[in-house]
Structures are given as structure tokens and as C-alpha cells.
């Protein structure tokens, strides 16, 4: 497999939203000529009860993944797999001591740092859009995030920047442009404190962009970003490495020339 050869963002059933066993998205990754995979299952504290499927969603066994992983790459050793973790950020005191223990009493190689709740609803579910203007929605998404990634900072890249939009009803139109003033201090924000950047190609099965979209990548390069991760955000294997085909070639045309991997939370750098 040519060009981009690592997917940093793919879920296994250690994920409340999957029930694709880990060894199953190793071998899929093998299958496809993937150099590494990186399992980055969900662990969101203090999901609100109303829409948790059971009271333990989104909340796993650190120790048995990380067990589980290690045995993962004794079988696999064709192909790197690496530990994650998707850190659910929510801006509260509770969350963000969970988060940060999260972050340091564990031996991580990656971790991406995600929004999924806007004052404690998911825009996942129509009830955060009812009886609202889906432009204001979306901006609120972007402002909680930015307070967010404000107060805690303790990942390695952001994931999914504007994922909100695939969500929004249908008659919404999205104009990244019209929500520079917000997201330009996000960019800002990441490339001062050295937080890479997500492209998450799961966008690409809801639109002809990934997220971000593409401008967005395009006034990232203009600020002086350079560390961008590439994910799938797979929670099944024919969605592992989806959309990586040719992205190579767009991602250039927006300035970029690599994009990087974490190995115990350092990055690796890899041509595009």
C-alpha cells in the first residue's frame, strides 16, 4: 500500500460503539499493507445518564486493553500496533482530573483529544438541534471546544475538528469560512502547544471532505501547523483505512508534506 500507511484512529470493542474485537482490526490493517495501527477505543467520563446505554459506556479496562494489545503485537509482528485512547473532553473540574490521571498513569503511545458533548448533550441525537438554529449549534460546538482544549491540553492531537456538521439537518449548509474568528484560535491554540492535528477520513463517507475540511487544513499550514495525524475512525474493518487512497495528493495541495505517528507519546514523522 502506497501512501499514507498508518491509521491512528480505529476503535475495537473495548468502545461502548463497537463490537469489532481488537485482533480483527489488526488483521484487517494487515490485509491492507498498513505498516501501524493504532486501537484508540472511547473513554468518556461523566457521560450524562439520560443517553448512555448502560452505566459503564464509554468507560474500559485500561489494564486488560493494554494486556490485550501486548499480546496483539507479540502475533502481529508484520505490522506496529500501537495503544491509544480517545480522551472524551468535557469542560468540568470532575472531568478534567479524570482526564489528566488518564493521561499520566498510563503508558500510552497516542492520545486524541475529542469534543462529542455540547453542554452535556450529543449532536449525535436531534435532540441537540431542536428548536435551534443549526449555524448557532455549530458555533457552539466550536466555542466549547476551543474553552476546552483552553483548560486541558494533556493529548497529542485533536480529533475530528468540525465532525458536528454530518450531524446537522439537512438544510444546513456549512461555510467553514463563516467560523474563522472561532476556529483560528483552535489552530492557534494546537500549534502553540505543539498539539497535532487530526484529518479524520470517516467525513469522507458523509461528503467529499474529511474533517476538518480542507480549508481549514489550508489556514492550519498558513499559521505554521505541520503535525497532522491520519485516522479512519474504523469501529468496523471495511471502514479501516477508509478514504487514504489519493489523499496523499490533496493533503499536499494544501501545503503539507508529512504527517506524524506517536510512539509513547512522541512523534514519528512519515513522507507523504
Known amino acids: 500500500m502506497t501512501g499514507i500507511c498508518c491509521d491512528t484512529h480505529v476503535h475495537s470493542d473495548y468502545s461502548t460503539d463497537s463490537q469489532t474485537p481488537a485482533e480483527a482490526q489488526v488483521q484487517q490493517a494487515v490485509r491492507l499493507g498498513l505498516s501501524e495501527i493504532c486501537i484508540t477505543d472511547h473513554m468518556d467520563y461523566d457521560f450524562p445518564e439520560g443517553i448512555l446505554p448502560h452505566p459503564n459506556a464509554f468507560i474500559f479496562d485500561v489494564s486488560n486493553y493494554q494486556e490485550k494489545l501486548g499480546v496483539l503485537r507479540e502475533k502481529y509482528p508484520e505490522i506496529t500496533v500501537s495503544t491509544g485512547v480517545e480522551c472524551g473532553l468535557q469542560d468540568t473540574p470532575q472531568t478534567r482530573e479524570k482526564n489528566r490521571r488518564l493521561a499520566q498513569d498510563n503508558n500510552w503511545d497516542y492520545i486524541i483529544g475529542s469534543l462529542h458533548l455540547i453542554q452535556k448533550k450529543d449532536p449525535y441525537y436531534p435532540a441537540y438541534w431542536e428548536g435551534q438554529e443549526a449555524e448557532k449549534c455549530v458555533r457552539l460546538y466550536f466555542e466549547e471546544l ?17 465532525y458536528i456538521v454530518r450531524y446537522a439537518p439537512d438544510s444546513f449548509v456549512y461555510r467553514p469560512h463563516e467560523y474563522f474568528d472561532v476556529t483560528d484560535e483552535i489552530l492557534a491554540l494546537l500549534i502553540r502547544r505543539d498539539i497535532a492535528l487530526e484529518i479524520n477520513t470517516a467525513g469522507l463517507r458523509f461528503s467529499d471532505m474529511p474533517h476538518p475540511h480542507l480549508s481549514l487544513l489550508e489556514r492550519y499550514v498558513q499559521m505554521g501547523g505541520e503535525l497532522v495525524t491520519v485516522g479512519s ?17 490533496r493533503l499536499k495541495k494544501t501545503g503539507l508534506r508529512q504527517y506524524v505517528t506517536y510512539r509513547a507519546r512522541k512523534p514519528v514523522f512519515h513522507p507523504l
Not at 233 to 249: R, V
Open 146 to 162: 476551543l474553552a476546552n482544549i483552553t483548560a486541558f491540553s494533556d493529548f497529542d492531537a485533536l480529533g475530528h475538528l468540525d
Open 233 to 249: 475512525d474504523a469501529h468496523a474493518p471495511e471502514f479501516l483505512g477508509y478514504g487514504f487512497t489519493g489523499l496523499s495528493e
